[in-house]
């Protein structure tokens, strides 16, 4: 029997990783390697007016300080989109390597490069700084007043930019008599990724040309990227790609990548290293959108949605990155996951004196998801409906279809998913049960569902590029763009290529982890949850032309012909009786030494895919609240996914588990906190900033339903991001359920509980504080 | 890689006290968890380090001739944690120090440095007031012992005398402070491991022969001010009161006129003072069990 496809089989990485083999950036590290620190702003908006670097240059080790007065008046993109030939389609460029306009507390302004890290400390210490502040703002709708300070030129009101969706006439609709109003604004937080490798990058120059060694998701783009902001030709530069310690979107950007590539230009070449702490990681890489909604939904007494507004305020923060990406797939989920005939959607993302948002797990969805369904929550309840009971009636049905994407709901994924949680959870026999709890400590349980799709296509091209050599042992080396990034992608490229060949094992495949500019076949990278997917379609291509390629030299060899032969298990074999003709590893040999007609057998292909898939799914919570302490116990949670069919269930409930426990931080305690006077981050470390431990964690479950997708060669679809979506609205829908509260704020803290529940009437202090 | 000037190893006391003389800027040293946190975020930048993490004589928990027990300045809290001293004596010190941080922490982490900080977030720091401990600290004048909440001046700042040489060598928990009692501590936290209280509640109780009436009740917060203290209000109104849930009620509303949260982004005053008397409450309640009492 093979081991290909939708096998449990252990990672091809484990024992490397968990014997601490596997070399990072850091593992990789030319000796003598100089230190690069940055000078962060200490001040929220306005302009340095000068930077006095006597001191830091006197300081012995200390080789050469840069300030944003040096840098090539080149301002440059960093979002790690693939490249558009559409100028109208290509990301903001609007930062410097060093910027003189500081527009957050934290902006680079000035590095040291140093022999040793504590000199290039000292130095970025001992810099002296002159700024001319302005005023700045925080809150996104703040931004938008006329009277707002402006971020960028250009921008008016600051908005980076502002899409609607148009369906119907809203105004007309909600004139029907009797209709229900459930209106609500809906707050998300800013959090970051806390990928365990900050992220960190060494850059040298070698014949002319700038080498960087990246904790990436994306060294392709981040080729282009560094080529553009350093003004060189893109093949000037070379990105390798090594193992990294997660990403989670953050490494969806360039980051440190062109600042290094630039500094190791003005040292002559010698290898520099930037090394993000977690402190610069929290402020100065990318953060998650903070997106604030306004949802007015009209109802009929039945429940049904008549019409709906929705309005969404994306935080941008101080640089467009991946800007109105993110705020448009949160509106246009709406637009899909309850059908409703009449909808006026309205999305802003605009600039502010926060750190930058980028591509995080999710990309908006897990902001719309807790909007939407908390929204649904209090749908359900005004019509006196059970939460669960709405949804199975109102979301998307089955068969629905969406033109702009081509995606077609095939299997009623949606109701599929409720109904395996509902059974799981034993949902209604608890919810009656919970619903006698009238002490101080009351259980509830609750239900939230997420939609999703996979890569960015009709949005942006997907592509996808694969090279497969025969090895002399019969086994085939495989390479491509799409990254290993923490998620398993090499092992299920292992499987998905033993497929494709007819190996007889995914041990047979060795998937080239690492990605080198110079060597990779180009692809796009580690993003929209799209690797499996995408490169499914390579792998098959590919697959095909290197079996055609074997086939041909055995019947060449057996003087046949190909159309004779398969692959089979690692053999060559007659179609018509099975019988095993050679194994691969007698081919290659013969191919590779035969005198007369040497051949390395390799195949290479580009995929160009022009389809998407729905990934929907769902994620029910039970918790425990403990009204007097304004404390939440999550008891249970349970994720349900439809991605299709599983290539390694084991790998794809790992990936469940990760995305839960980074939605439990969304939903009980993650927040990233600014100083309203002076815009300075609060928390930007792992002891104030609430990331949830295992033992914040009940077991996390993750159940699937596998619906094979029509359009993948190998029925997958997402699972990277849909994970992380719906546990935030799940647990707050539990907790409305537990104590009648309905919190309209993640996450929902202590702190949050103790205003709500004191609003509510639940708790009453008999001293207030003086 | 730290910003250090220098470092000094004492292997005994006496090297140590000679070291601060020789070097009185230099900063004193044991597991490293706080002192080498704040270096690396350039507070302690360039710092002489005096080690005493090797002086063995200060680890361990043992009982003096008078009953008191006696805490090495140098012991661990996993240490303390599983000490069978502590655990028939002072449990709750034990319970409380195995909610600091995590795993590692906990097996690097002294309570002499968790006291010589100074810090109200202290999680061993509430339940030492509440039992009355001693500090000891050893300089070239010799050993002087002062009660803990005179060690504590104010935030971040404690009783030790740079220029007599002395470090703090033990933590002393007299007979009479321990004896028949039992407690509880609560630790108010935004999650389970690995953070700082955002208030810390030890309450202890010693009850009448009939475990009827309260003898004596103590209660200590961290947090609840710039440096943890006591609800002297509370201890005196409970003091011979029959044990009931209605006392634990006053009890709780009590504490409210000793303690001063501030107002922070961690948390606001009336929040903080909500779950302080919640806390109170409820550990009152738990102490009196303990102490075999019924409510």
């Known amino acids: 029997m093979s081991i290909t496809v939708g096998k449990s089989v252990a990672r091809v990485d484990a024992f490397d990783k968990v014997t601490g083999r596997t070399k990072y950036y850091e593992d990789r590290m030319p000796a003598g390697a100089l230190y690069i620190r940055i000078k962060h702003a200490e001040i929220a908006h306005g302009f340095v007016k000068s930077v006095d670097t006597a001191a830091a ?8 300080v840069l300030t ?3 840098v090539p008046d080149i301002p440059f993109p960093t979002a790690g989109h693939p490249w558009s030939m559409d100028p109208g389609h290509q990301d903001v460029a609007d930062r410097h390597l060093l910027n003189r306009h500081v527009r957050y507390y934290g902006d680079d302004v000035a590095v040291v490069i140093a022999e040793n890290e504590v000199a290039a400390m000292q130095g970025v210490r001992a810099l002296k700084v002159e700024y001319e502040e302005l005023p700045f703002v925080l809150d996104v709708q703040k931004a938008m007043e006329p009277d707002a300070p402006q971020i960028h030129e250009n921008y008016p009101g600051n908005i980076l930019k502002h899409t609607d969706i148009r369906k119907g006439d809203y105004a007309a609709a909600i004139q029907e008599p009797g209709l229900i109003k459930v209106e609500g604004w809906y707050e998300t937080p800013t959090v970051q990724h806390c990928h365990i490798e900050n992220h960190g990058c060494y850059a040298y120059e070698e014949n002319g040309r700038v080498v960087v060694v990246s904790s990436t998701q994306i060294p392709h783009i981040i080729r282009r990227i560094v080529g553009q902001a350093l003004g060189r030709p893109w093949a000037d530069v070379e990105i390798i790609k090594p193992y990294i310690g997660g990403g989670f979107g953050n490494k969806q950007d360039a980051l440190y990548e ?3 590539a630039w500094c190791s230009t003005q040292v002559n070449g010698r290898c520099v290293r930037i090394d993000c702490s977690r402190e610069e ?3 100065s890489n990318r953060v998650r959108h903070a997106i604030r909604f306004h949802i007015v939904s009209w109802l009929r007494k039945d429940g049904q949605l008549v019409a709906r507004k929705v309005e969404c305020f994306s935080n941008q923060g101080a640089y467009a990155s991946h800007g109105h990406s993110i705020c448009a797939k949160a509106l246009g989920s709406f637009a899909q996951i309850y059908p409703c005939d009449h909808m006026e959607c309205d999305g802003w993302t605009v600039f502010t004196n926060r750190p930058a948002a980028g591509a995080m797990r999710g990309y908006g969805m897990p902001q719309a998801s807790f909007a939407d369904e908390a929204n649904i929550d209090e749908c359900a309840a005004a019509v006196g409906m059970d939460p669960l009971e709405y949804r199975m009636k109102f979301i998307m049905p089955k068969d629905y279809h969406d033109a702009f994407s081509g995606n077609t709901n095939y299997f009623d994924s949606f109701r599929a998913c409720l109904e395996k949680g509902r059974d799981a959870m034993d949902y209604d026999r608890r919810k009656a049960e919970f619903a006698k709890d009238t002490g101080s400590v009351r259980r509830g349980i609750g239900a939230a569902s997420f939609w999703y799709n996979t890569g960015v296509y009709p949005i942006s091209l997907e592509t996808a590029s694969n090279r497969m050599q025969l090895n002399l042992d019969g086994t085939v080396t495989m390479q491509c763009g799409e990254t290993e990034i923490g998620q398993g992608a090499d092992t299920a490229y292992a499987q998905m290529t033993a497929k494709a060949v007819g190996l007889k094992s995914y041990k047979d495949v060795h998937v080239v982890s690492c990605q080198d500019t110079d060597i990779t076949p180009t692809g796009l990278g580690a993003y929209a949850s799209r690797q499996t997917y995408m490169e499914g379609f390579a792998i098959d291509q590919t697959g095909r032309l290197l079996r055609q390629k074997i086939l041909a030299y055995a019947a060449e060899m057996l003087g046949c012909s190909a159309e004779e032969l398969d692959i089979v298990e690692g053999n060559v074999v007659r179609k018509d009786s099975g019988a095993v003709e050679m194994d691969l590893s007698h081919l290659a040999m013969t191919a590779q030494y035969n005198p007369v007609h040497s051949e390395h057998i390799t195949a290479e292909s580009t995929a ?12 029910f919570a039970e918790v425990e609240v403990d009204i007097p302490m304004c404390k939440v116990t999550l008891k249970r949670i349970v994720n349900v996914h439809d991605c299709g069919s599983l290539i390694n269930p084991a790998l794809a409930e790992a990936q469940v588990h990760g995305g839960m426990s980074m939605g439990i931080g969304y939903g009980l305690s993650e927040q990233l906190l600014f100083d309203e006077k002076t815009g ?23 159940l699937f339903v596998e619906n094979a997708e029509p359009t993948s060669p190998f029925g997958t679809k997402a699972l990277g991001e849909p994970p992380a979506c719906s546990p935030a609205p799940a647990i707050r829908s539990a907790i409305y359920n537990a104590t009648g509260v309905s919190i309209d704020t993640t996450p929902i803290t202590p702190h949050v509980l103790y205003r709500a529940f004191k609003e509510a009437g639940l708790i009453h202090d008999e001293k207030e504080g003086d | 890689m730290y910003d250090m000037k220098a470092l000094y190893q004492a292997a005994s006391v006496e090297e140590a006290v000679a070291l601060r003389l020789e070097h009185p800027a230099a900063q004193i040293i044991a597991g490293g968890s706080d002192v080498l946190v704040q270096m690396r975020e350039g507070k302690r930048a360039g710092a002489e380090l005096i080690s005493i993490y090797g002086i063995d004589a200060l680890r361990g928990v043992s009982m003096e001739p008078d009953g008191t027990l006696r805490i090495g300045s140098l012991t661990s809290f996993s240490h303390i944690t599983r000490d069978p001293l502590i655990q028939k004596y ?9 909610q600091v941080g995590g795993p590692q922490i906990r097996n690097i982490g002294t309570i002499g440095g968790n006291t010589c900080n100074g810090v109200t977030s202290a999680d061993s720091a509430s339940t030492l007031h509440a039992w009355d401990a001693v500090i000891e600290l050893t300089g070239k004048n010799g050993v002087r012992r002062l009660p803990i909440r005179d060690f504590y001046i104010k935030a971040g700042e404690v009783d030790i005398r740079a220029e007599d040489g002395e470090i703090q060598t033990a933590v002393l928990i007299p007979k009479e402070s321990y004896e028949d009692c039992f407690g ?22 010693r009850l009448s022969a009939d475990k009827k009436t309260v003898e004596r009740a103590r209660v200590a917060f961290g947090v609840a001010g710039p440096v943890p203290l006591r609800a002297a209000t509370a201890e005196a109104m409970a003091k011979g009161q029959i044990v009931s849930l209605e006392l634990a009620e006053r009890f709780a509303q009590a504490v409210t006129a000793d303690i001063n949260p501030r107002d922070s982004w961690r948390a606001a005053k009336d929040f903080r003072l909500h779950i302080a008397v919640e806390s109170a409450k409820r550990a009152f309640i738990e102490s009196v069990k303990l102490a075999g009492g019924e409510l």
């Open chain 1, 281 to 283: 990681t929290f402020v």
């Open chain 1, 680 to 702: 300075k981050p609060l928390n930007n470390n792992l002891l104030d900033y609430k990331l949830s431990t295992v033992m914040d964690h009940p077991d996390l479950e993750a």
């Open chain 1, 68 to 70: 944003c007065f040096d």
């Open chain 2, 90 to 98: 002072i449990n709750v010190l034990g319970e409380a120090v195995d």
């Open chain 2, 184 to 205: 509880h501590y609560i630790k108010y936290a935004m999650r389970n491991a690995m953070d700082i209280a955002t208030l810390g509640t030890s309450v202890n109780v």
């Open chain 1, 57 to 64: 240059e006197a300081i012995d080790g200390v080789v050469k």
């Open chain 1, 258 to 260: 062109p600042l290094c």
């Open chain 1, 608 to 619: 160009t895919i022009r389809s998407n898939a729905y990934s929907f799914g769902c994620t």
